[in-house]
Each structure stands twice: as C-alpha cells, then as structure tokens.
T-cell receptor, first 113, second 112 residues
Framework: AQSVTQLGSHVSVSEGALVLLRCNYSSSVPPYLFWYVQYPNQGLQLLLKYTTGATLVKGINGFEAEFKKSETSFHLTKPSAHMSDAAEYFCAVSIRAGNQFYFGTGTSLTVIP | DTAVSQTPKYLVTQMGNDKSIKCEQNLGHDTMYWYKQDSKKFLKIMFSYNNKELIINETVPNRFSPKSPDKAHLNLHINSLELGDSAVYFC???????????FGPGTRLTVL
C-alpha cells in the first residue's frame, strides 16, 4: 500500500534556527513527491517537488528537500527560520501509474521570536 | 488574476438543506479536484476529473455530487447537509492527473 507519513504534528523552532520537517513515504514504484504550505485561512501552495533527476530540490522561500530512496524519505529543511514561515506544511506523494495521490497529515510549524 | 477561484468563500446553512460550491480555473489545466479539510487539517481527496471525465471517486456519501460542465469548471453539489459536512472544501487543478496542483482559497462550510 502506498502512503505518506509526517513525523511530528507540531514543530517549534526559534527564529533563525534550522527548520526540519520529516516526511517518509511508502511506494512500490518510484513516486513523485511534493511539499505544500498552507498559511492561515488560505489554500495550499506548492513549495517544491521531486520527480526525477537531482535528488536535492530547491523550492520557494529558501526551502529545500532531499529525496533519499534508501530511507524512503523526503525531509524539508530551511537553514534559518523566519517568522513568516509559521504555517501548516503538507508532504504529498503521487503514484501516477495508479492515479493515486496522498497527502500527509500535516505539520504545524511555529516560529518563536 | 486569480488562477483557481471558488464561490462562495463562506457558507452557513441548516441541516437538511442542499447547497453548491463552484470552482473555476483559468490555467488551462485538464484535471480538477475536490478536497475536504477537517478541523484537524486532514486533507481528503473526494473527486477528480480529467478532461471532464471522473477519474477519482473516493468513498464519500452519495449526497455529494460533482459536476464538470467544461474543463475549466468543477462544481460540488451537496444534498441533505449534515453536521459532519462542516469543513473547508478546496478545489484544485493540475496540468495532468496528480501533477503539481494549484489550490483555490477554500470554502468554509458550516452546517447548523
């Protein structure tokens, strides 16, 4: 069965500290992987995506993620948190061959001044 | 110029009523979706249309019926509304099925 797991429903970091949001997936075929961000009272916005090729992908707002097949992970990082990064973050996996798409349960990021 | 728009933004109604939510995208995408987000922020896909054909029809009550009059529009009609239908409903679109999705601002449905 295909799925995606986000470890930690709530993460708090100090402003300027490293942000690390964890995502693991389960798939029998190579997946496409996405990170989305949802600011309060808004829709989701794509941060970055991995399809094929380079395993380290850079996204908007200084975020990046690395696809690690051996660990079935796609963790999201940002070197220095900003207050404006406070939001809900969703990892997602797409299994296009089977028309399957799964969102993780989300991680709420709080940035402490 | 809004890429994916939904109307209304807020919808407050009584149990048992029938209501519709409209979605339009001006991105030229072939695929559109409806998602339900509950109070715990869990996102659940409900339906997906590709070129006006239903490709995903998850286990949702048959009180929910999607309608796609053309590739740019996907509406959601809900009959006999129940308290448990209260949630935020998001429309989204993508160039191909389950590729990068663009989301609308959401419709917050409250059933009293």
């Amino acid at each position: 069965a295909q799925s995606v797991t986000q470890l930690g429903s709530h993460v708090s970091v100090s402003e300027g500290a490293l942000v690390l949001l964890r995502c693991n997936y389960s798939s029998s075929v190579p997946p496409y992987l996405f990170w989305y961000v949802q600011y309060p009272n808004q829709g989701l916005q794509l941060l970055l995506k991995y399809t094929t090729g380079a395993t380290l992908v850079k996204g908007i707002n200084g975020f990046e993620a690395e696809f690690k097949k051996s660990e079935t992970s796609f963790h999201l990082t940002k070197p220095s948190a900003h207050m404006s990064d406070a939001a809900e973050y969703f990892c997602a996996v797409s299994i296009r061959a089977g028309n399957q798409f799964y969102f993780g349960t989300g991680t709420s990021l709080t940035v402490i001044p | 110029d809004t890429a994916v728009s939904q109307t209304p933004k807020y919808l407050v109604t009584q149990m048992g009523n029938d209501k519709s939510i409209k979605c339009e995208q001006n991105l030229g995408h072939d695929t559109m979706y409806w998602y339900k987000q509950d109070s715990k922020k869990f996102l659940k896909i409900m339906f997906s249309y590709n070129n006006k054909e239903l490709i995903i029809n998850e286990t949702v009550p048959n009180r929910f019926s999607p309608k796609s009059p053309d590739k740019a529009h996907l509406n959601l009609h809900i009959n006999s509304l129940e308290l448990g239908d209260s949630a935020v409903y998001f429309c989204a679109s993508s160039h191909q099925p389950f590729w990068e999705q663009f989301f609308g601002p959401g419709t917050r449905l409250t059933v009293l």
